[in-house]
């Protein structure tokens, strides 16, 4: 084959070597988390939780990412149209699927609320079964403020955190430590604060812990941060659709020179 001495735009390239970063970043964060786990050792553990594992949101995000921008930078490298089309037809897809997914979150926002409701219970009730969900079930509820999906009594759907006569757990009728209010003076987290706090009346409980729910707060979190949120998601889909065009000009370039051979 000749050189079709097409243009390579470096805008491009930039945009898909940033793609494969990312996208190896994401992928070793997320084997690193399964080697430290011993998932590596023994993938039937893979099954084993009862919850969502975040370490297949790094998997599954960086193993796209990583297979978009090496397609993408082989092709424009190789000056192979096959490869750049398939580059920026899955992004296409992936762009038409978020604002898919953006507008069904709108009209369904009950739903949603619904399903993250159902979401946060699910995973409450493996709380303890892994590292990972538990650190960020409690950074969620740090962040945000909030303890369980509507209320700290959902806690109640943890083996370890429920207030049934036959728990024997030393956590019987608590709640995380995630769940407690900072107190500005302590330089250490007192991992204890949660400890029996569901058996006190509800206004002791307010003056211990968050008592109101992570769907409410992440819904106040979305309406205090509505221009942010929309931002980043502007700039992310403008990104998606600038390396849409560039490849499909690389495209026509090279089958414009081809065209003159």
């Avoid at 084959?1 to 997320?30: C, E, Y």
């Avoid at 099954?47 to 930078?73: E, K, R, S």
């Avoid at 979190?221 to 998601?233: E, K, P, S, Y």
Wanted: net charge negative.
């Amino acid at each position: 084959m000749f050189p079709s001495k097409a243009v390579l735009p470096p805008t491009l390239f930039l945009v898909l070597g940033l793609l494969q970063f990312l996208g190896i970043a994401f992928l070793g964060v997320g084997l690193w988390a399964w080697s430290e786990k011993g998932v590596l050792s023994n993938i039937s553990s893979i099954t084993d939780l009862g919850g969502f594992d975040p370490v297949w949101l790094f998997l599954v995000v960086g193993g796209v990412m990583f297979i978009l921008g090496f397609a993408g930078c082989i092709g424009a490298l190789r000056e192979n149209t096959f490869l750049l089309k398939f580059f920026s037809v899955f992004l296409g897809i992936i762009f038409f699927l978020e604002l898919t997914a953006g507008v069904l979150a709108f009209v369904f926002k009950d739903w949603i609320k619904d399903q993250l409701y159902i979401f946060i219970n699910s995973n409450i009730k493996a709380y303890r079964d892994d590292i990972d969900l538990q650190n960020l079930i409690d950074f969620t509820q740090e962040y945000w403020q909030c303890c369980g999906a509507f209320g700290a009594d959902d806690w109640n759907l943890n083996i370890y955190f429920n207030c049934t006569d036959a728990n024997a757990s030393r956590e019987r009728c608590g709640v995380p430590f995630s769940c407690c209010t900072k107190d500005p003076a302590e330089d250490v987290i007192n991992t204890q604060c949660g400890y029996d706090v569901r058996q006190k009346p509800e206004l002791d409980q307010q003056a211990t812990i968050h008592t109101k729910g992570c769907v409410p707060q992440f819904e106040k979190w979305l309406q205090d941060n509505l221009t942010i949120v929309a931002g980043v998601f502007i700039g992310i889909a403008l990104l998606q659709i600038f390396g849409i065009c560039l490849a499909q000009n690389l495209v026509s370039d090279i089958e414009a020179v081809r065209a003159s051979w």
